[in-house]
């Protein structure tokens, strides 16, 4: 049996590295005098998926990554003000979504929402939020349109979107030779969203798209999707899905023996679902992500603290999560008050560095911009240690990891295209 290491990354070492680096990044936020707060105390609520297909990804994970970064506000910065956390199951719809919300805002005080993995109840709330001068952070979603046509002075997207899903992975399999894709829709929002991310990049590539089939969100059953993705002869099939549907697909195709036939390409898929599916059946596979535990001894040590409560690695939207709401307090903190217009405007000012991001920034329409990793996952013989999935090819850099600034259509931007 394999000796695993995965405890030792919480030791004293690995915990001082963390906590030195957050006392360092948090000094320079601290407000000249105690913030003036609409109801004396900052409430945050992470709307999230607790029983759906987006629940390992996000879900308990991401609540836990929310009080984390309330935690490590607190003992680094001391702030004057108290901190309140809600969460609530909204059921990936968005009325479900909207009505808790409303309630949050009406009867509850919340000042900031986080996370919601679903884009059409991302934009339900964005306009209540709106309504109401509050603030939202999406880290699950991927639709541009959060920071585009659909963009508000009071919505931050922060993890990804379906424009870096497509920059790091389709592009690099496309330029190297496998220019025909067949495409795997989950039939929603973020479905299409994801799609068209990873469809313009490979048409930049030089790359085509010979065909496609959709399926429904939370879909079991993938023998149609699959075989019509064989008959098209595609060099690749990419998955515009994400979570739960990803899985079953990436199962499912290994028993139809779709590899090493066809390379299957994930525009979104996090650690927690490839842990599920195990290496044989991931093996090769190529992907974007923002986040890797095991990427630097800070990386190692938060996640170690997340694995203790969690007992999985942190996805991507969880870690997302966290910084989301630590850089919110801080900018609550650097503003002097829990104004949402007040806050966000502090916030944009204020460089991302924590344990998701180094270096990210607000741009005006929104978009937090960060570095992404195309990553390889390891054959089983790889991996020397629990969690030990993947290899790093690329690391896409900000400024191209994103859709530039200049395209936008947000009318936050000055020159926004019409």
Known sequence: MRRSKIPSLARTKLTQVATAALLMAVAPYAAASPPTLTDNEVRIGVLTDLAGVY?????????????LAIDDFIAQAKPAFKIKLLSADMQLKPDVGATIARTWFDRDGVDMIVDIPSSAVTLAVMNLAAEKNKVVIPT???????????????????AYDEYSQGQGTARAITEAGHKNWFF???????????????????????GKVVGSAKHPLGAIEFASQIVQAQSSKADVIGMANAAGDSANFVKQA????????????????????????????????YLTDGFYWDRNAETRAWSARFLAQ???????????????????????????TDEAKATVTAMKKLPVNDVFASNGRIREDGRMVHDMYLWEIKAPQESKYPWDYYKLRATIPAEKAFRPLEQSTCKLVKGAAA
């Open 55 to 67: 629940s390992d990804a996000s879900g308990r994970g991401s609540v836990i990554a929310a009080q």
């Open 140 to 158: 699950g979603p991927a639709s541009l349109r959060i920071t585009n046509e659909d963009c508000m002075a009071t919505a931050l997207h922060w």
């Open 184 to 206: 795997i829709e989950a039939d929603y929002a973020g479905g299409k969203a994801l799609r068209a991310g990873f469809e313009d990049a490979v048409k930049a590539a030089g």
């Open 254 to 285: 290994a028993s139809f023996g779709v590899t090493p036939k066809q390379i299957i390409a994930a525009s979104l898929i996090h650690i927690t679902e490839i842990h599920g599916l195990g290496l044989k059946s991931t093996q090769g596979m």
């Open 310 to 336: 969690k007992k999985k690695m942190p996805s991507m939207v969880q870690a997302g999560t966290y910084s989301a709401v630590l850089h919110y307090l801080r900018g609550v903190q650097s503003a002097g």
